[in-house]
């Protein structure tokens, strides 16, 4: 793997790992209104 | 499985020679992952805003309350849904999509990723869609979700698309399951205004695919789906696009007929599709020659996705505003 590729690499895998992380925050904020509207009723 | 067609570039194997052993393998410097606005399109994002908004007008229209927060979910899960069943699809697809003008640029067939990391995303996002929906708003609106997208994918995209020229009829029902999944979100019963809803949309695929299908027919001909214009011929497609046309029009009046609708939805529906059939009537009673711009063919189209946003948008309104 060349640097150009290695850094190619690297930058897609940190964005990917970005928005996996985005996403999963914002079902941990989902899940906790979901439990709250429910434990509510 | 299908094989073949949408093999990723990035991911091509090569012949590697290591102390003499001779290996078929995936060249590390090519194993590059792939970027997240890839596994964005293979959603089918612009399907989604239909799908999305036909179940939000479901939802806002059922009698009774849901929470926003619940809403919010149940819309949410629609939407995953039709994005897992449209990567499924894709992965599906792919070796056909490669064929065509209008489906080349999507991230298979261009190998922007491997087919089977398409076909994983797709089951990932199917399931998370059907379990959040059963565990936070009701597992009748999950049943109905779960058993869409199977027939989206087994029905439609694998069984009745490559085999039959009636796979829009029937297939099209798939695009007709969000507003009633909306509905029954907030009333966890089927009744028959959602399944009029569901009807109507039902109804309206046929004239709406085929005015696409009659100008991309070459596509669909080189790829071997035998879709309408190629099986059975224009002239055919053209009249029964002016049936389900002239059918639409009682059918989507239906839900004021029966009382599940105030005059607001009910007039709108009588314009909306009155001036639908008016379209389709040029396109069903005229023969295209070489070199046609398919002018009529092209706007009957257009109107046709302006007219389920306008129909869907009048019934919430009707609802909201002057119930």
Known sequence: MTPDEKEEFDRRRRQRNIVVGLILAGFVVLFYMITIVQMSD | MKTGGGAPETVRPFRIEIDNV??????????????WRVFFALTKPKVMRLVVFTALCGLLAAPGAIHPVIGFTAILCIALAAGGAGALNQWWEADIDAKMKRTARRPLPLGKLRREDARDFGM????????????????????????????YVVIYTMWLKPNTPQNIVIG????????????????????AMPLLLFAIIFMWTPPHFWALALWVKIDYAEAGIPMMPVARGETTTRRQILVYSALLLPLSVLPWWIGGTGAAYGLSAIALSGLFLALSVPVGLRTSVEGDTMRPEKRLFAYSILYLFALFGALVIDRVVFA
Do not use: C, K, Y
């Open chain 2, 22 to 35: 001779t290996t078929t393998a995936a060249p590390i410097a090519t194993q590059l992952p792939a970027d």
């Open chain 2, 172 to 191: 099209g029902a798939a695009g007709a399951f969000p507003p009633l999944i909306g509905w029954i979100a907030v009333t966890n019963e089927i009744t």
């Open chain 2, 124 to 151: 990932l996002l199917s399931g998370t869609s059907i379990v959040i929906m059963g565990l936070a708003v009701n597992w009748l609106s999950a049943t109905v979700l779960a058993f869409s997208i199977f027939f």
